[in-house]
């Protein structure tokens, strides 16, 4: 198309791509820098039962903040961490973030009965050495595979089904859950879910945020929680911003769910101060009550 515009319009063209070119390499060169000089952050989530009101949880989601760019989202840098294939070693830095995290909480706060959730870029499940490394953290650690959730995206899993469920099933003998991320979002192949050994499906935030009485996504939203429920599938709710959206979901009969309503994500330190060292169960109830009135 720049071509058949004349000359100048080519250059102009090239001009964009090799200021694109440049971005992408500067950032990269950044990642880089960033894992050596440990520039990532874990953030947390909490993860509700929208019945009950309780906290059961977290999802872990990576924050980087450069000494140059600031808090960078990982919209920006995620995409290039997954072509490059840095965000192998992004993930594994989390993971075991995580796991000292989890252990620590777990030494502190007594019974402390939360799982927390991490996410997977189809670059892991691609590693030969995926369940090895997680091995190694677990037994570093001292951490045991039950206080962890690994999310999956759908599109990921059908790459190699016999090959994904023999992950799978490897990572559920770590007792190790299983969730499927985005749903709804990629390819639902209705032929491979169910024998896909997962324990939850996480709907996405597009249909929730976009969901009003009676419409398709209302509809979408229904949908899905039958087809877990047939499943034998827990489901989460993400991105439940309005007291109005936790009604609905509330009424269609999910579970579980997160969302800015009930908190953003959070460091590890405003998690411990705001929720681990108060009554915090009483603390979300009491957060679900007053979203309801
Ligand atoms: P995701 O796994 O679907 O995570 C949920 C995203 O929704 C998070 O964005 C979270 O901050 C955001 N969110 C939660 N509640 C609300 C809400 O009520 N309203 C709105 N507008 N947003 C909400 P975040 O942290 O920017 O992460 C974006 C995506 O980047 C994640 O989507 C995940 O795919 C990826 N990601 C984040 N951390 C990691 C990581 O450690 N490893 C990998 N591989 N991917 C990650
Ligand atoms: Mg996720
Ligand atoms: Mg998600
Ligand atoms: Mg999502």
């Known amino acids: 198309r720049a071509k058949a515009q004349g ?35 874990v953030y947390y989530q909490p993860i509700v039962d929208l019945l009950g009101g309780r906290l059961i949880g977290f999802e872990a989601l990576v924050r980087w903040l450069s000494p140059t760019r600031g808090f960078v989202s990982p919209g920006e840098f995620i995409p290039i961490a997954e072509e490059t294939g840095l965000i192998v070693q992004i993930d ?5 973030t995580v796991c000292q995290q989890l252990v620590n ?30 091995d190694r953290t677990l037994a570093e650690t001292g951490l045991e595979g039950n206080s962890i959730v690994l999310e999956i995206t759908e599109s990921m899993l059908i790459e190699d089904i016999d090959k994904t469920i023999d992950l799978l099933t490897q990572l559920k003998d770590r007792k190790i859950q299983i969730s ?30 976009q969901m009003e009485e009676g419409n398709r996504n209302y509809q979408v939203v229904s949908t899905i929680i039958a087809l877990s429920n047939q499943l034998g599938l827990a489901v989460v709710a993400e991105g439940i911003e309005t007291p109005q959206q936790l009604q609905w979901l509330q009424q269609l009969g999910c579970e579980l769910g997160q969302g800015y309503l009930f908190s953003p994500p959070l ?25 309801l009135v």
Do not use: C
């Open 7 to 41: 000359r100048n319009s080519y250059k102009i063209f090239d001009a964009q791509m090799h200021t694109q070119a440049v971005n992408r390499l500067t950032l990269e060169t950044e990642i880089r820098k960033a894992l050596e000089r440990e520039e990532f952050i």
């Open 180 to 209: 499927i991320d985005d749903f709804g979002t990629g390819y639902s192949s209705l032929n491979y879910l169910h024998r896909l050994p997962a324990d939850n499906l996480k709907i996405d935030r597009s249909f929730v945020s």
């Open 92 to 96: 594994r830095w989390m993971f075991y």
């Open 105 to 134: 909480w777990k030494t502190n706060f007594t019974h402390f009965p939360l799982k927390v959730s991490i996410n997977l870029s189809a670059q892991d499940i691609r590693q030969a050495s995926l369940i090895e490394d997680i």
């Open 267 to 291: 460091a590890s330190q405003e998690i411990e101060t705001h929720l681990l060292k108060e009554d915090y169960e009483k603390l979300y109830q009491a957060h679900l009550f007053n979203a």
